[in-house]
């Protein structure tokens, strides 16, 4: 019988604002199937991404922080670290320096999408 493999998704900070508060669209959609804790499908996120998502939640839409906070859990995301500083600066210039600690991770933790 083959090993059926499990697909890794990392979810970046956009993709976390975008679904948690509208009820519908193709980001809502992935958090949901994450809530359903099904055997084939993980999701992942950079610590990077939640200090973002929350810094933005701050900045922006306060009183929405509890339902942020209540919602997270249930999607049953792996945290990756952020990338060491060597590694950022060894990718200073190959794409958008914004970017760089959130593809570093993906990369790093082996996620498939």
């Not at 508060?21 to 992935?30: E, S």
């Not at 610590?47 to 701050?58: A, S």
């Not at 919602?71 to 970017?99: F, H, N």
Request: some cysteine; overall charge positive.
């Amino acid at each position: 019988m083959a090993q059926k493999r499990r697909c890794k998704v990392f979810l970046d900070s956009n993709v976390l604002l975008s679904g948690i508060f509208p009820d519908k669209g193709a980001p809502r959609i992935i958090l949901d199937l994450l809530t359903l804790d099904l055997p084939l499908l993980r999701g992942a996120t950079g610590q990077y991404n939640l200090m973002e998502v929350e810094r933005n939640l701050k900045k922006k839409m306060p009183q929405a922080i509890p339902i942020y906070q209540k919602y997270l859990p249930k999607l049953r995301l792996e945290i990756v670290a952020m990338p060491s500083k060597e590694t950022i600066s060894g990718m200073a210039g190959v794409i958008a320096e914004k970017d760089v600690p959130v593809l570093v991770r993906q990369w790093h933790a082996g996620h498939s999408i």
